[in-house]
């Protein structure tokens, strides 16, 4: 293919893939339970967070998460007691487990009480075509409270050659909105045209069949040659793209 019909492939399907049937079988599903910004925005990340590993299981430990918060992420966040902190040790998912959680909600309500929020922490450091500035210093701030050193390893640094994967895709579901009801678009001071694609092992070998990345690792000089590539098709939505890559990878074993 060459790359006109490189791009109209790719862009049917996103076509197919950027729908509401995709919600029922995706992660994103979570954030969507919720109409309050914070609970959105604090639901999707810790789902978002989560999210490696068999599909089915990472949507029934988030709902779990869920539950455990009373069904009220930010209220829980904001009012949590160190007894509600302690039902959450029963938690675990893969090596997330409740200690973790815990840690989590402390830096969550650190966050909101003293820096504007989710949203503000991720605008306040961007860079003209990249947020993974943003994710390193989020990454900072989010454990300025108390926490284990295990729980690090759960926020990727891209700084340190990571791909981010996952805050990467939470922050597609937070800045991106095209009226087709995926992708939540809630946060309104980030533009589209800076997010980067969340390369996993699916979209990372999708993009080396269609010949869009070279590099054999999935880390973060991987990610900036595929989003170049990504943004030469579409400037001002590239990670739309990772629809078709994931659809193609999960759904249709390209």
């Known amino acids: 293919m060459n790359s006109t019909e490189l791009k109209e492939f790719l862009d049917e399907k996103v076509i197919q893939y950027n729908n509401q049937d995709f919600i029922e079988s995706d992660p994103v599903q979570i954030p969507h339970l919720f109409t309050q910004k914070e609970d959105i925005e604090i639901a999707g990340f810790l ?4 999210a490696w590993g068999n599909r089915k299981m990472i949507i029934k430990n988030s709902h779990k ?3 455990l918060m009373g069904n009220t992420p930010y209220d829980f ?14 938690f675990v998912h893969r090596t997330f487990n409740g200690h973790d959680f815990a840690g989590f909600i402390k830096g969550l309500k650190n966050i909101y009480q003293n820096h504007n ?25 989010f454990f300025e409270t108390d926490h284990l050193a295990r729980t690090q390893k759960h926020i990727s640094d891209p700084l340190n050659n990571s791909a981010a994967k996952r805050i990467n895709m939470y ?26 694609c969340p390369l996993d092992v699916h979209s990372g070998n999708v993009a080396r069949k269609l010949g869009i990345l070279s590099r054999k690792q999935n880390d973060a000089k991987a990610l900036l040659e595929l989003d170049t590539k990504l943004r030469e098709m579409d400037a001002k939505d590239p990670v739309k793209y990772d629809f078709a890559l994931f659809g193609l990878g999960v759904f249709e074993g390209f």
């Open 171 to 196: 922050l597609r579901w937070m800045v991106r909105q095209d009226a087709k009801g995926v992708d939540l678009g809630i946060w309104k001071t980030i533009s589209p045209s800076v997010l980067s």
């Open 117 to 141: 929020g989710l949203e503000n922490v991720f605008a306040k450091n961007q860079e003209k075509d990249s947020l993974q500035k943003s994710i390193s210093e989020f990454k900072k701030i």
């Open 47 to 50: 789902s978002a967070s989560i």
């Open 65 to 67: 998460m869920m539950e």
């Open 77 to 90: 966040v904001m009012s949590h007691s160190d007894e509600d902190l302690a039902k959450l040790e029963t």
